[in-house]
């Protein structure tokens, strides 16, 4: 397997990152972690012509909480974000999704904003940007714009970047009160999901859930909040009767679900509301 010819590029400036994307009309691509783009590549499902690697580029590399918001740049490694100690205390939902995402390896140079980037229905990480309302910086030559991460997922491996626009930059809001839970069914430890779900959930001193956030994956087109479980859950006590309910309106929201070699929607589906069912009891313990 060899990758179609490209030209390859290697700035050292994000204003000459976006130069080359104007200029490259709608075939530059951005290189990253290229965790998710060179099999792409080397399966000759995306064909380039200019490749842009992002890796010099000094800006790109932060990993700060200011002002209550975490900000991740575009070349930070997964396996960075996954060790750091002020991610976990103040976005565990995100610290507890990344020892699921792939393998040691990849998480070793796969980028938390080149995976959000990628928009894979069945990726950890999108959802995670759902769940915790996290926002995009978008930038392209001439423009900056603030997308929010229920804009931002169009369809299966589709978000809302023009061809000559970087996702620079995912900022999640820092927090120490909420429970965080991720949970999902795969075929083998480090595969993408069949079914998953994350969460994360807050409670009055009288184990009221006071605020609640829930979103699928693996299981349609994009990532999926559940606005209808939020509401039965929210204000109310984590009773059997709840979490009976979780489950069922879990799976009648998933609708028909994704099918693949590895499962079908039934199945798929079912296994959402059994997952919902297991995070919402987890968080509330």
């Known amino acids: 397997m060899k990758p179609p010819p490209f030209r390859y590029a290697r700035p050292e400036s994000l204003d000459e990152v976006l130069r080359l994307l104007a200029e490259g009309d ?17 399966f000759r499902l995306a064909r380039p012509e200019v490749l842009v690697d992002i890796a010099m580029v000094d800006e790109l590399s932060r990993l700060t909480i200011e002002d209550g918001v ?16 002020d991610v976990a205390r103040h976005c565990p ?7 699921l995402v792939g393998h040691l390896q990849n998480r070793a140079r796969g980028t938390v904003v080149g995976s959000i980037a990628h928009a894979d229905p069945s990726a950890e990480l999108p959802a995670v940007a759902l769940v915790l309302d996290a926002a995009m910086l978008v930038r392209s030559a001439a423009t900056e714009r603030i997308v929010p991460a229920d804009e931002f997922f169009l369809g299966p491996f589709t978000t809302v970047l023009e061809p000559d626009e970087m996702l620079v930059e995912v900022r999640f809001p820092a927090e120490t009160t909420a429970h965080a839970a991720i949970t ?9 999901a069949l079914a998953g779900v994350a969460g994360k959930l807050t409670t009055t001193d009288d184990g ?3 605020d609640v956030a829930l979103a699928l994956f693996g299981v349609g087109a994009v990532p ?3 606005p209808e479980v939020e509401c039965l859950l929210g204000g109310g006590h984590v009773t059997p009767e709840a979490l009976d309910e979780v489950a069922r309106l879990t799976t009648a929201t998933a609708g028909t679900g994704s099918e693949d070699v590895h ?10 509301g059994e997952l919902a069912r297991r995070i919402v009891e987890e968080m509330a313990a």
């Not at 939902?93 to 020892?99: G, Q």
């Not at 499962?263 to 959402?272: E, F, H, L, M």
């Open 26 to 42: 709608g075939g530059a691509r951005v290189l990253a972690g290229g965790q998710s783009l060179i099999p792409l590549l080397n």
């Open 70 to 85: 975490l900000r991740i740049g575009a070349t930070v490694t997964q396996r960075a974000v996954e060790t750091s100690g």
């Open 263 to 272: 499962a079908d929607p039934a199945y798929r589906t079912r296994v959402a």
């Open 208 to 210: 009221r859930i006071q």
């Open 224 to 226: 999926q909040r559940l």
């Open 93 to 99: 939902l995100l610290s507890k999704a990344l020892p």
């Open 184 to 192: 999902e069914i795969a075929p083998r430890s480090g595969d993408f």
